[in-house]
């Protein structure tokens, strides 16, 4: 096995011994000496595979103090409810979102064929980051049927809740109809709103909801940091939402 296999299995071993929560956010590494003792290999490769991890933004360095965990990826389960504020104080986090832009426009085509409007049609755009612990974990794009919801925005602008936005429009409950995940990699923008760099893995969602009757009610996208969470597939959050 080369070098270059060498630490890069070591940043993967540690990398998973985070998210496992073998290390919580703050904790110290083992020195550099425990860490070469425990893989066999000098303290170039460690340092290169903690080099590897700190780029990935999972580890910080402290100057005379040592390696410390920044965060572990936050769990988040995707299955038919699918509710942020639930998910993470279910991870033991702290939820929080923040509006980007909130608008009224024509949807677009592929806006109007996810949630069936028939043309000319209008939508309600939120756009925001999602964050957890204070750490931005994703930038969303959720798009709802104007007409259906002709007050919706101005709810999500005092709650950030869709879940109480569909409340105040008699929809109470609302399920994950589909939803499809594929790896890309950060645009400018996408890294600028995550706070990662450019180029950096990030995982894309595109889900739609509906309501009882099977009517799509929400078509939505997001953009997480892929460092930054660990999405659970089939995975049911039934119970009180946002």
Known sequence: MGRAAL???????????????????????????????????NRHTIRRALAALAERE???????????????????????????????????????????????????ERESTALRLEPPARVHVYEGISLSNGVSLAFFQSVFPARRFPDLLDYLRDTQSVTTAFAAHDVNDYTRASTEITAKVASKTQAGLLGVRP?????????INVDGAGTPVEYGRSWFAADRVTLTLGAEADGPAE
């Open 199 to 207: 180029g950096s893995p990030i995982l894309r969602t595109i889900g």
């Open 7 to 41: 630490w890069t299995a070591i940043q993967d071993t540690l990398s998973d011994e985070i998210a496992q929560g073998h290390y919580a956010p703050g904790d110290r590494l083992p020195t550099e000496a425990q860490l070469s003792d425990r893989f066999g290999v």
């Open 58 to 108: 999972i580890v910080h360095a402290r100057r005379g103090a040592g390696v410390f965990v920044m965060h572990a990826p936050t769990s988040y389960p995707i299955g038919r409810r699918v509710r942020f504020h639930q998910n993470l104080l279910a991870a033991g986090h702290v939820p929080e979102k923040r509006i980007l832009h909130l608008e009224t426009r024509a949807a677009n």
